[in-house]
Structure formats: structure tokens, C-alpha cells
């Protein structure tokens, strides 16, 4: 079979096990950052498993069937053509498919670390004050719009041990923050960054650190002062520092600078938050890439 027949085959079989997927067949893994509250991102891991057998499935199927089968089911869809093969091919996987959709895991499953809910740290950060909705949201690292007033108020109407857990754990510390913001005639009023910034240091709160940081560069706490920033580093110390890096990403974690998803840089944030600090995939990813910099090009080859 030459080149050329392969390559139809294969662009064939792609766009029937596209058109029976639909929106799941572009479905990826998302982004998931620092997290504040609780997630169950575990459910997305299993999702994509399971995603993936599917989509193997389907494919061993097409992959069993010859050129005339397969192009009968590209045109079933604009015939009246009815075959066995175009029969099995539309009751193939149709249990595993509904389960699929409907059990695809929400955003909110991740938690507020999904990419979803992503605030724009920098624009908040120069926020002259904040409403009480804002508050919670932006600690939590959570763009304001993306569960405004309107929808907390449609949560705090759910029952309680109906919501998701993470949406508990946002409705708990409203009910904390609600302490501090006064509340007048026409709701609560808003409070300034540097009174927010303040509280949060009285109360120890777990913060978005991005937030955190806008709000530290504006109204330094006590606190804040007393953190070593990493610009103080030497140019020596920081060559230094990544080459220390790059060895352990590679030998410890087998970090691969060349492929599009690494399990290495969500086990370094993982082991990151066991020892009490936290980073995002993307600034992890982009410290790793930095540091392959002093990797030996002999060392790839090896692997390979």
C-alpha cells in the first residue's frame, strides 16, 4: 500500500472518529494553577484515560475496515445508503459515548485553579478598593466576572451539601470576609487594598500568592519586608541555581523540554505544595525550559 493510500486512510479515520466524538474530540487536559480551597482534578485524569481508550477503540475499528467500507461511512451522512458496516459503526461505543458526555468533569471540579477562572492579577492589583464579592473572589484567584455578585447570591439559595466543594469552600469564606466589610443601607461597602492587605496579614488567610504579591508591592506588610527577593541574586548564583535545576528536572523527574505535556513539571508542583509552597505549571514550565539552557546537547542523544 503506498504512502499516499496510508495517508488517506489515516486522515479519513480521523475525521469519522472526529465526527463521532464531536466536541470531545478536541477535548484536552486543562491548565491547572495554584489552587486555593479543594479540588478534585483526579476526575480529569480519569476523564482523559478514559477519553483515550475510547478514542483508541474507535480507531481499531476503522483500522480493521477496507477502503470501501471506510468511504461508505464518510458518505452515509449525505446518502440513504444503509450497510453493516455503517450499522456497526453507528452503534460502536454508543454506552461508553453517553457516559462521556455526560459525565465530562465542569471547570469547577479543578477547583479554582483552572484556567477558567484565571483573574488578571496585574489589572486587580492597581485597584484603589475592593467590593466584598471581589474580596473573596480575587483571594481565591479568581477573575470577579467569573462568579459575580449575581451567581453567589444563586449559591447561597443551593443547599449546601448539593454544591460542589470547592463552591462550599468559596460560600465559607464569604461568610469570614463578611466580618470585616461594612455593610450600610445599600449593601457592603467597598474596603481599600491597603485594609484588605492588612487583614489578610492579620488573619493568615490563604491568599493567591499573584494577588497577594500586587497587594505586597503597593502596601508592604511587616511580613513582606522580610522575604529575600530572587532579583538580589548574582548573575553567577542564578547560572548556578538553574544548572542545579535542570539537574535534578531531569534525573529525578525526567523532565522532556520537547514534549507538549511533561507529568514532570505537575509532580514538582505537587511536591511543591507538600512542603508548604506553592507555583503554577506555567511559571514551573518556564524556569524548567530556562534551565535545559545548560543541558549538554550528548545528554538528549542518550535518551533518545
Known amino acids: 500500500m503506498s504512502d499516499n493510500s496510508n495517508g488517506f486512510r489515516e486522515e479519513t479515520i480521523g475525521k469519522l472518529v472526529a465526527a463521532k466524538l464531536k466536541k470531545l474530540a478536541t477535548w484536552e487536559m486543562p491548565e491547572i494553577g495554584h ?3 479543594p479540588d478534585e482534578r483526579s476526575e480529569f485524569e480519569f476523564f482523559s484515560k478514559r477519553l483515550q481508550l475510547l478514542k483508541a477503540s474507535l480507531r481499531e475499528h476503522l483500522a480493521g475496515l477496507d477502503d470501501q467500507d471506510l468511504a461508505k461511512l464518510i ?3 449525505d446518502t440513504e445508503q444503509v450497510s453493516a458496516s455503517i450499522e456497526a459503526w453507528e452503534t460502536l461505543e454508543l454506552e461508553s459515548l453517553r457516559k462521556l458526555w455526560k459525565y465530562t468533569p465542569p471547570p469547577i471540579k479543578a477547583g479554582f485553579g483552572h484556567e477558567q477562572f484565571r483573574a488578571d492579577f496585574e489589572h486587580w492589583g492597581q485597584t484603589p478598593s475592593y467590593s466584598l464579592n471581589e474580596a473573596v473572589t480575587l483571594s481565591l484567584g479568581v477573575e470577579p466576572d467569573k462568579i459575580d455578585d449575581d451567581e453567589i ?3 447561597l439559595r443551593e443547599k449546601r451539601e448539593t454544591l460542589w466543594p470547592a463552591y462550599k469552600f468559596l460560600l465559607k469564606r464569604r461568610e469570614q470576609f463578611t466580618r470585616f466589610f461594612h455593610f450600610g443601607g445599600f449593601g457592603y461597602a467597598h474596603m481599600t487594598a491597603r485594609e484588605l492587605n492588612a487583614i489578610f496579614d492579620k488573619l493568615g488567610t490563604d491568599v493567591h500568592p499573584e494577588f497577594k504579591a500586587q497587594l505586597d508591592s503597593r502596601w508592604p506588610s511587616e511580613k513582606s519586608k522580610l522575604v ?7 548573575s553567577q ?3 548556578t541555581l538553574l544548572k542545579l535545576l535542570a539537574a535534578m528536572a531531569c534525573e529525578q523527574y525526567s523532565f522532556d523540554p520537547h514534549a507538549k505535556r511533561s507529568e514532570a513539571v505537575s509532580r514538582i508542583r505537587d511536591d511543591l505544595e507538600f512542603i508548604g509552597e506553592s507555583m503554577d505549571t506555567k511559571t514551573i514550565r518556564k524556569w524548567l525550559l530556562e534551565a535545559m539552557e545548560f543541558v549538554d546537547d550528548e545528554y ?3 535518551q533518545s
Request: glycine share 4%; proline share 5%.
Open 300 to 302: 538528549w542523544k542518550k
Open 75 to 77: 458518505c452515509a451522512a
Open 237 to 239: 548564583e542564578k547560572r
Open 35 to 37: 489552587c486555593i480551597g
Open 153 to 155: 447570591d444563586a449559591l
Open 228 to 234: 529575600i527577593s530572587p532579583d538580589n541574586f548574582s
